[in-house]
C-alpha cells in the first residue's frame, strides 16, 4: 500500500511540474501582450484611463509570475506574496469604495502578522514525508 501511495504523490508532483509548464506559457505568452501593449499605450498615453490599462495587464503578469513560484515552491512566504500581490492588484487597478479599501488594508495587516508569526515553512511537516524529496536528496 504505502508503494502505491508513493507512486501516486510521485504522479501528483509530475502533474503540478506540468501545469507550472502550462503557466509558465502564459505568463511567456502575457509577456509579449505587455510589449505590444506598451507600444499601444505609449502612444495613446495621454488618453483617460491609458495608464491603468497598462498597469492591468502588468500587474496579471506579476500575479502569475508569483502564482508559478507558490506552484513550484509552496511555503508560506510564496502563498502571502501572491495573497499581497492579489490585493495590491485589487486595490490599484479596480475602482473600490472606501470600505473596500479598508478591508483590502487590514487583509494586508493581516497577511503580514501571519508572516511574522509563522515563521518557519508552511510544509516543514511534510518534508520528511515527501518520497520526491528524499529521492532527491540521495
Known sequence: MKKIIDTLYRFTHVLELIM???VLAAILMEGIAVIQEFGIF???????GAFMEFLELVLN???G???LKMLLRPSTDTILEVLMFVIARHMVVKTTTS???LLSVLSVAVLLLIRKY???PLFAAKKDKD???EEKSE
Request: no cysteine; hydrophobic share 50%.
Open 99 to 101: 470600505f473596500e479599501d
Open 118 to 120: 509563522a515563521g518557519g
Open 65 to 67: 509570475v508569483e502564482f
Open 131 to 133: 518520497p520526491v524529496r
Open 42 to 48: 505609449w502612444t495613446g498615453r495621454m488618453e483617460h
Open 61 to 63: 503578469l506579476v500575479v
Open 20 to 22: 507550472g509548464l502550462f
